[in-house]
Nanobody, 125 residues
Framework: VQLQASGGGLVQAGASLRLSCTIS????????MGWFRQAPGKEREFVAG????????DYTDSVKGRFTISRDNAKNAEYLQMNSLKPEDTAVYYC???????????????????WGQGTQVTVSS
């Protein structure tokens, strides 16, 4: 299984970005896709996730109403749409996945088996 994240960049506060995570090697539908981020000097934190087998989603409080997860089946890609970006959203963003037969969306790094490389998001004030 390979994940590849892309779509980061430098934007001004209030702008939008869409991160992409292309997936290869996953031949099952019951997986969880998570997005994490790590700001300089801080620990990696959960941002959002979706359980494709059950259709459940979870977002950390600071991004609720601004970030949305979606998927393009034809491209085998997951997306994180980020609107109304704030300087505090600046971080390296990672996508991660794991197979799951439960409805939960794990929020801990240890719960995920597969990781993509990070993509930098910088939001200027």
């Amino acid at each position: 299984v390979q994940l590849q994240a892309s779509g980061g960049g430098l934007v001004q506060a209030g702008a939008s970005l869409r991160l992409s995570c292309t997936i290869s090697g996953i031949t099952f539908n019951n997986y969880v896709m998570g997005w994490f981020r790590q700001a300089p000097g801080k620990e990696r934190e959960f941002v959002a996730g979706v359980n494709r087998g059950f259709g459940t989603t979870d977002y950390t409080d600071s991004v609720k109403g601004r970030f949305t997860i979606s998927r393009d089946n034809a491209k085998n890609a997951e997306y994180l749409q980020m609107n109304s970006l704030k300087p505090e959203d600046t971080a390296v963003y990672y996508c991660a996945a794991r197979r799951s037969f439960m409805s939960a969306v794990p929020s801990t790094q240890q719960s995920y088996n597969y990781w993509g490389q990070g993509t930098q998001v910088t939001v200027s004030s």
